[in-house]
């Protein structure tokens, strides 16, 4: 008999199940207040509780583990000195949608040679977000991929749903389980309807397919997740002025939904330029100063070092602490702009 399945499958390569790998990098109780901690602070703040801003900044992803920790050491030494203000966060991206093909992040392909050992880069994805929690840390990061949760979910405070998968019902369904607070991204045309219907998805009970702890296919049942939130990112114009800010309230007020909203100052509304994003940031904050305190948050894509470069040359060939995707803002510039705001607010 002919095979009528699998027929464009190369092969099937084992995954290390979550329990094991759980197991194998456990989260110590440092760790893990951080990470209740950063998601209680988080909910606070999107419930109006918590009055200080919330800001989520860092790489646009993670290519080089000691350039993160590097960058989590100085995050967190700032993070003390403006926590009465501000609400830090660590953007911790491991994964990365392709509109076609290219590098899809540490976890798919952690050493970038195209060998895609996925074991491999879940274990520096967990390993890392362990040590940067450690710090007292809080992370961030954007879920792609609807397995990987199982193994780095309960080291993140904050989840993102990219624009690109907002739409997604898998997604959406994934989102109402886990157990912290998702910011849905408009989608890339601006359309802002996609992400208001994730949020009313996403709150309500699912039912779907997944994996449990030891790897198993299973039908997964949630009671769905009340902290989901908008996160405006532009699209064929920017979306982080007063009106579209405003328009996106109402639009939430209407369904009863969580009206606070956070703004992406990289991506459409910075024109994907670096340089553009302490304009975005600084208007964004303005706004919140002259009275729209439901403006909760702020996202940076930020690194050591300003710019991106291309990742194609190597590792071994890599300029340290530039970004091998979108560009980024330098630390300096990361500074200078959240300690501005933390002198404002």
């Known amino acids: 008999m002919k095979q009528t399945y699998d027929v464009n499958v190369k092969e099937f390569k084992p995954l290390t199940s979550p329990s094991r790998m759980k197991e194998e990098l456990p989260v110590d109780d440092d760790a893990a207040q951080t990470v209740i901690k950063g998601r209680r602070d988080i909910e606070n703040i999107l419930q109006g509780k918590d009055k200080r801003l919330l800001v989520i900044a860092g790489p646009c992803s993670i290519h080089d583990i000691d350039a993160a920790l590097e960058f989590a050491g100085k995050m967190k030494d700032l993070r003390e000195e403006i926590k009465d203000k501000i609400e830090l966060v660590m953007r911790v991206y491991f994964e990365k949608p392709r509109t076609t093909v290219g590098w899809k992040g540490l976890i798919n392909d952690p050493f970038l040679d ?11 994805a967990r390993s890392l977000l362990i040590d940067i929690n450690k710090m007292g840390l809080p992370t961030a990061t954007e879920i792609l991929d609807t397995i990987t949760p199982q193994y780095i979910a309960g080291l993140l405070s904050w989840v993102a749903i990219g624009a690109r998968t907002t739409e997604s019902q ?3 369904e994934m989102a109402s389980g886990l157990s912290m607070p998702v910011g849905f991204k408009n989608s890339t045309d601006g359309s802002l309807t996609v992400a208001v219907n994730a949020m009313q998805a996403a709150s309500a ?3 779907f397919l997944g994996i449990d702890p030891n790897g198993v296919s299973s039908v997964v049942s949630t009671t769905g997740n009340q902290y989901g939130h908008i996160v405006l990112r532009g699209g064929p114009t920017p979306n982080y002025d007063p009106i579209s800010v405003g328009k996106a309230q109402d639009q939430l007020r209407a369904k009863d939904l969580l009206d606070g909203i956070m703004i992406d100052c990289s991506h459409d509304n910075s ?27 702020l996202m940076l894509e930020s690194n050591l070092f ?8 190597g590792a071994d060939q890599l300029k340290y602490g530039v970004s091998i995707t979108d560009e980024c803002i330098s630390w300096e510039s990361t500074i200078d702009l959240i300690r501005c705001a933390h002198g404002k607010l």
Request: net charge positive; proline share 2%; hydrophobic share 20%.
């Open 114 to 124: 195209s060998t895609y050992n996925v074991d491999a880069g879940l274990r520096k």
């Open 170 to 172: 898998t997604h959406r």
């Open 205 to 207: 009970p699912q039912h």
């Open 271 to 297: 024109g994907q330029k670096y340089t553009g994003q302490s304009f975005v940031f600084k208007s964004s904050l303005d706004q919140r100063l002259q009275g729209n305190d439901r403006i909760i948050g």
């Open 306 to 313: 300003e710019g991106r470069q291309d990742g194609t040359c």
